[in-house]
DNA sequence: AAGTCCTAGGTAATAACTTAA
DNA sequence: ATTAAGTTATTACCTAGGACT
């Protein structure tokens, strides 16, 4: 969102790709028993990195640590930031960045999470609709009924003593619900108490090439 | 886990920052007018590598080939990768990491796409089922009023004539169905056409504690 | 006091790497 | 070898606040 539409016009510049020191870089290759350190062959792209690496993970114990801090707060003040980076033995910036990923992390992963939440409440939401679908759709029967027995009644009465004047017929309810069954045409969902599911609600999942980003 | 215990012998070794050749590496300042360029003390860190510095960011041109073939296809063969690669002056190898970051840069739109798609329509069933209740609740209404107006009816005939032998009378409806107002006890519920909102439907967004991933 | 510069920290996007399947 | 998932690092931008003119 918000303004990354114009992103290019001033991309280049130049720059030192690491102004940070090594110190805070160490192998990779951490314990293991020599781990079958298989192929480093490689030789086949030309560029074929050379061999020497720098560690890029962290111990498990800084990430540990890490994670505690993080826990307590999300954002990194400077002071913090210095004091956990000499804790650690890391570039300071090297914990900003840390951060800074980590909260990137987060935020997906919290996505991930509202979206199944979201879901169960969905289902839950549609089931609850189709019973009270159903349940709309017996009341109409009901109703139905209730207004042919009355319909009975009245004339029974009025065929006995032809006075016209009940003090009650022809209430609203008589006539502002027209007797019709289900607002869905017929479609044979009339089963007792069972559910009726709607197929219809589902289909949050077909192409999805609405995907691409910007890009131009 | 595995085996995380020995985790101080090589902490040194050296680390050559860029094990990539700078074959297919260019450097970042590309076209560009020159921006103002200001500040790049930055003396502080002292290493500051020598100076070398690989371009990261590919250009415009090769992203947007690269974004073509994307588009086709998220699958990267080997001969298309070849094929790009050498159209596009890169190292296979940076081809295939392409892919693999892009893939999962769509996958996490994608998510976010399903989640905008699904909330949109949690929010319609949301409201829907409102709807659906008010209406149960407004026919449960007609209902009583109808009950009561065939109990009339019948108290009445019932009183002339004292036969009660009622052809249709206590038929099901009139009692499976208990006259009582909404299932949800007395809230003041009973606003004719007017949606009743339930608010509680809504507190998919609390605390969002549970995001903290396993991490030991 | 206003305008400009500088710096730190933040976000978003992306490149490259590691690991495991 | 390829892929998905997860990490680390880099680049480009933006903003607030202090310093400088």
Redesign the pocket.
């Known amino acids: 969102m918000k303004?990354?539409m114009?992103?290019?016009?001033?991309?280049?510049?130049v720059?030192?790709?690491?102004y940070?020191p090594d110190i805070?870089?160490q192998l990779?290759?951490?314990p293991g028993e020599a781990k079958q350190q298989r192929?480093r062959k490689?030789s086949?792209g030309e560029g074929s990195?050379s061999g020497v690496?720098r560690k890029?993970?962290?111990s498990e114990e800084q990430?540990n640590l890490l994670e505690q801090s993080f826990g307590n707060e999300h954002?990194?003040?400077?002071e913090r930031?210095d004091k956990l980076a000499s804790e650690l033995g890391l570039d300071p910036h090297?914990v900003?960045?840390?951060?800074?990923?980590r909260?990137?992390?987060f935020?997906n992963k919290k996505l991930e999470q509202e979206y199944s939440k979201l879901k169960t409440q969905y289902d839950i939401a549609i089931v609850e609709k189709c019973r009270l679908e159903n349940e709309v759709i017996k009341m109409k029967e009901q109703l139905s009924e209730a207004e042919n027995e009355i319909q009975k009644l009245l004339l029974e009465r009025n065929c006995d003593g032809v006075s016209s004047n009940s003090p009650i017929s022809t209430s609203s309810f008589t006539m502002d619900q027209p007797p019709f069954l289900g607002e869905f045409g017929m479609e044979g969902m009339l089963m007792d108490n069972l559910f009726f599911i709607a197929e219809n609600t589902y289909n949050y999942q077909e192409g999805l090439e609405w995907v691409n980003?910007v890009?131009i």
């Open positions: 303004n990354s114009i992103h290019q016009l001033d991309d280049q510049m720059l030192i790709s690491q940070y805070y870089t990779v290759s951490e192929r490689k086949k990195r690496m890029r993970k962290l990430v954002k990194l003040e400077t930031k090297q900003a960045v840390w951060f800074q990923n909260r990137a992390r935020k980003p890009y």
